[in-house]
């Protein structure tokens, strides 16, 4: 099994910035892609940012420019730096891996998301 643990959601005025977490662990060979996607109410989910093994990355078009993933591949770890926050960025924050498991079998994981509230 896999687990995604997030954290650094929370209340931002807009203009501000937030740093989102998100650690995978268990039984993990090997992880393909981390990424982010997000659900604000009444709204369906939508990518915020992806980061795929070998470096390449994909951003919503919302967050191009302000938004910014990262990872540590030593701690199985992806980062979000959200800058420049809008008040339409608030959302329910998730993580999603693509792993392969130590079994060998390939899996889509998410977190438990992480809520992200950007008012004055």
């Known amino acids: 099994q896999v687990q995604l643990a997030e954290s650094g959601g929370g209340l931002v005025q807009p203009g501000g910035s937030l740093r989102l977490s998100c650690a995978a662990s268990g039984s993990i060979f090997r992880i393909s892609a981390m990424g982010w996607y997000r659900q604000a109410p009444g709204k369906q989910r939508e990518l915020v940012a992806v980061l795929i093994n070998g470096g390449s990355t994909n951003y919503g078009d919302s967050v191009k420019g302000r938004f910014t993933i990262s990872r540590d591949n030593a701690k199985n770890t992806v980062y979000l730096q959200m800058n420049s926050l809008k008040p339409e960025d608030t959302a329910v924050y998730s993580c999603?891996?693509?792993?392969?498991?130590?079994?060998?079998?390939?899996?889509?994981?998410w977190g438990q998301g992480t809520q992200v509230t950007v008012s004055s």
């Open positions: 999603k891996a693509e792993v392969l498991s130590t079994d060998l079998k390939k899996a889509s994981y």
